[in-house]
């Protein structure tokens, strides 16, 4: 019986990358809480400006106290989340998610150009319920489902 040389294989459909589904993160109510007062730190950082503009052009007392309220505001949130954000870290590389360190980010860290990294990942959380960790790279989201 005469074997045949070379004969090619049937085609075969290409296989799609395997794609990893968010996990469920294990604290959504405080990284919740931790990005919505970034964001009131960022309004109020917004309101002193705005404030503080109103009242050299304007000279009325109204921007000035716009102007207090807003470093209050900023001040304030800030303080929580630098005393909240020290203790979300992620459940595999243990890095900080909402306090930025200095050390070097994942090539799959999530940023948004003129942002920084947890200024993107807090735009992402609070747009989608979705973020990437800066360290590792994981994808997170917010809600858990019967599978975590």
């Known amino acids: 019986m005469k074997h045949p040389g070379f004969q ?10 395997r794609v990893r589904s968010a996990r469920g993160y294990h604290r959504p109510g405080r990284l919740l809480l931790v990005a919505v007062l970034l964001l009131l730190a960022f309004c109020g950082a ?5 404030g503080v503009g109103g009242l050299v052009l304007t000279d009325e007392k109204l921007w000035g106290w716009l102007a ?35 050390c070097h980010k994942h090539a799959n860290a999530f940023r948004l150009w003129p942002f920084t990294f947890r200024a993107s990942a807090v735009i992402a959380l ?18 858990r489902t019967s599978r975590d």
């Open 8 to 17: 090619a294989a049937e085609p075969k459909p290409l296989e799609a990358p």
């Open 46 to 50: 917004l309101a002193f400006v705005t």
């Open 68 to 102: 207090l309220a807003g470093l209050g505001l900023f001040t304030v949130s800030r303080v929580t989340v630098f005393i909240m954000a020290k203790v979300l870290t992620c459940p595999l590389c243990h890095g900080t998610v909402m306090h930025e360190k200095r």
């Open 126 to 143: 609070l747009t989608t319920g979705s973020f990437r960790c800066m360290y590792c790279g994981t994808p997170w989201r917010l809600r």
